[in-house]
């Protein structure tokens, strides 16, 4: 089955940039989705086909994807930006099913 | 705006099945627009895709999971359900249910935690 890597943790200070990767085969030939989840709370979508953003979500947040990784970029981190992050996708390979990354937890210091 | 209200047991002994129901309020369940899908969170963990099911009553199932798993869709109730037989503790989780338009998911209800133990 297909399989989405992220790393555990990301650590950035306030007002720089994150970037957290998404590793999986060919994931550049997919699309992919971004979640960001606060310690209990539901996820909340915030990026969606690789690079859109739902009305509400800061322009700040932006994504990239190509070749075997993807990338969520947050700029000009905010302290309210600590979260849990998890990357999703697709797979088309199994008819129809869903993978989501292992998630990466980002700290603001 | 279209909510998303998982409701169901809290506690299940092993063994037995795990029952829940998802509410969805403010639009109709019976769009062709939308997949229906449900999600868990083990504590601690990460995310794990279950299932999805369309208005027609078509069913998606996570292939680790598919054994074990049964969900249905309820129109007149604009409810969808989710089944999982024979659980045992490691199906402790944060249950989620969500809306998939095209191959993500941007609405979910607020989840429901179910602890298995006797």
Redesign the interface.
């Known amino acids: 089955s297909y399989m989405l890597t992220q790393p555990p943790s990301v650590s950035v200070a306030p007002e720089e940039t994150a970037r957290i990767t998404c590793g999986g085969y060919n994931i550049g030939s997919k699309t992919v989705h971004w979640y960001q989840q606060k310690p209990g709370q539901a996820p909340v979508l915030v990026i969606y086909f690789n690079n859109d953003r739902p009305s509400g979500i800061p322009e700040r947040f932006s994504g990239s994807n190509s070749g075997n990784t993807a990338t969520l970029t947050i700029s000009r981190v905010e302290a309210g930006d600590e979260a849990d992050y998890y990357c999703q996708v697709w797979d088309s390979s199994s008819d129809h099913s869903y993978v989501f990354g292992t998630g990466t937890q980002v700290i603001v210091l | 705006q279209v909510q998303l209200q998982e409701s169901g047991p809290g506690m299940v002994k092993p063994s037995e099945t795990l029952s829940l129901i998802c509410t969805v309020s403010g639009g109709s369940i019976s769009s062709s627009s939308y997949y229906w899908?449900w999600i868990r969170q083990p504590p601690g963990k990460?995310?794990?895709?279950i299932g999805?099911i369309f208005y027609s009553g078509r069913t998606?199932y996570?292939?680790?999971l598919k054994s074990r798993v049964t969900m249905s869709i309820d129109a007149s109730t604009n409810q969808f359900s989710l089944e999982v037989s024979s659980v045992t503790a490691a199906d402790t989780a944060v249950y989620?249910c969500a809306r998939?338009p095209r191959?993500?998911?941007?609405i979910?209800?607020?989840?429901t935690l179910v602890i298995v133990s006797s």
């Open positions: 899908d990460g995310l794990e895709w999805s998606y996570n292939p680790s989620y998939s191959g993500y998911f941007n979910w209800g607020q989840g």
